[in-house]
């Protein structure tokens, strides 16, 4: 009896050859069919192919029944939303609730996850549940309410739920976003070290990062070693982020050799630099003018599989306008556009405090009014980069009009923004700008405190000129040695 042929088979046969098909077993009479190449794979009998399951493109059915809640509470009747989820008890699972977490975090209204938290906690089908507190805690955490963190955190305890990692994790981030960050730090190393304690608790690669990442942007280089020495010894394993971390905090007080050693450590570990890895090294080599080791960097990273991104022109360009290469700067600003980036807010600040720094102060004023006029609303960190540029340059009269022309438009100004002036004022000794500042300062609501004058007499004290010195050669990091090869 002969075999079905494959389509392999069938596919290389000659178009007028003809092979026998298994007959029926009531038919006796063999039947010959001619076949051509193309139509024998159709008519061979194979095994059915799966059918890709192609994942929808739109949001699911869960989101958009969330959407459709917060839209019914927020229509013209403003139903409270309690309300809203009352009528569609039947269908509400756990899924919708974080779902419903997730956007009203968005939303800034974290009141409301608090209202749907208890509304949930009433339903039959609840059940405690780690990521439900850890999501909460977040959110609490990021929209300042350390105390909601904290009675979520003991509301989970009560209800039987055993605290993980990751809920320690959420809870020492919550405390590193209140404004006290001494007494945030010290707190986050109070749970980190209770976390040691607790089996199912032990610190994580996360925990680490969190703690790394705060400390690096508190400048204690010092607890950051102990960390990342700590994390060595430890079982667990550093990532991109660990590296980032600690680099971050050496950069940030320019031990750039220090910096190196970890970078070399990281590669060691087949461990590859992201766009992180690249940014934190430019802006550390930019502030120590180290330009070629900084150019360096740049070029590899624009042949690696990563891409830079605005903050990585934003660096540069502050860099060379420190050091008054005004060409540099305009270069970085044009090569930027040709690369197909949109120069961002903070990109202008940059642009305009780089001006200053090289004397076109009427350069850099022509970017302001041009953003004056063309966009509806001109950030503080704007307005404030123009006020430096003037006083950097000896332009407090200048300075003080700009001021004027700034509130009589409805400009926002906030402490920074008259501190600066009062340091550029006190420096020159214009009593009468101090006064009329001071005056100012009464109208706006701005009360200041004793920090205040502090900072602003201790900026007063570094003169402009002194600002804008280039460093001898003998005080620049050597840019001999290479740093990131060409290929990562």
């Not at 050859?17 to 076949?35: A, Q, Y």
């Not at 194979?46 to 869960?62: I, L, Q, T």
């Not at 040691?196 to 950051?224: H, M, S």
Request: glycine fraction near 4%; proline fraction near 5%.
């Amino acid at each position: 009896m002969l075999s079905t042929p494959s389509p392999c088979l069938s596919s290389s046969l000659h178009p007028q050859f003809t092979f026998p098909i298994p007959k029926p077993r009531h038919s006796l009479l063999p039947i010959r069919v001619p076949i051509k190449p193309v139509r024998a794979l159709a008519q061979v009998p194979s095994r059915p192919k799966k059918k890709a399951v192609s994942k929808p493109e739109g949001p699911s059915e869960a989101e958009e029944l969330v959407r459709t809640l917060l839209k019914k509470a927020d229509g013209d009747d403003k139903r409270p939303l309690v309300s809203t989820l009352d009528k569609h008890v039947r269908i509400l699972r756990t899924e919708h609730c974080f779902l419903l977490f997730e956007e009203l975090g968005r939303r800034d209204r974290w009141l409301q996850c608090l209202e749907v938290f208890r509304w949930m906690q009433k339903q039959r089908w609840y059940i405690a549940d780690n990521g439900i507190y850890s999501k909460l805690i977040s959110i609490m955490g990021k929209k300042g309410q350390t105390r909601s963190a904290m009675w979520l955190f003991s509301e989970m305890r009560s209800s039987g739920c055993r605290p993980d990692a990751s809920v320690y994790n959420a809870l020492i981030t919550a405390h590193l976003h209140s404004k006290d960050k001494t007494k945030a730090l010290a707190k986050a190393m109070g749970y980190f070290q209770k976390m040691k304690g607790i089996e199912r608790c032990k610190p994580n690669t996360v925990t680490y990062n969190i703690l790394l990442r705060a400390f690096a942007q508190a400048g204690d280089v010092k607890q950051v070693e102990e960390l990342f020495k700590d994390l060595k010894a430890s079982e667990v394993s550093p990532d991109i982020y660990t590296y980032n971390g600690v680099m971050d905090a050496y950069g940030k007080n320019r031990m750039v050799a220090e910096m190196e050693s970890v970078l070399r450590l990281m590669k060691s570990n087949q461990c590859k630099p992201d766009v992180i890895t690249f940014n934190l090294l430019i802006d550390s080599y930019g502030k120590r003018q180290a330009f070629d080791k900084m150019e360096q960097v740049f070029k590899s990273l624009l042949r690696s599989k990563e891409k830079p991104t605005l903050p990585t022109f934003n660096s540069m360009i502050t860099s060379y306008g420190r050091a008054r290469l005004r060409d540099k700067a305009e270069s970085v600003f044009k090569n930027m556009n040709e690369l197909g980036f949109k120069p961002s807010t903070v990109t202008y600040d940059c642009l305009i405090t780089a001006y200053g720094y090289c004397d076109s102060v009427s350069r850099a004023r022509e970017i302001f009014d041009e953003i004056l006029n063309t966009q509806k609303d001109v950030q503080v960190s704007t307005l404030n980069a123009m006020l430096d540029a003037y006083c950097i340059n000896n332009l407090q009269a200048e300075a003080d009009q700009l001021l004027c022309l700034a509130l009589s438009k409805g400009l926002k100004t906030n402490a920074s923004t008259y501190k600066l002036l009062y340091g550029a004022y006190t420096k020159a000794n214009m009593k009468d700008l101090v006064g009329k500042l001071m005056k100012r300062m009464d109208t706006q609501g701005i009360v200041p405190n004793k920090r205040f004058f502090l900072e602003g007499f201790g900026s007063s004290k570094t003169s402009p000129e002194s600002r804008k010195v280039v460093p001898e050669p003998s005080k620049v990091v050597d840019s001999s040695t290479p740093l990131i090869e060409s290929k990562t």
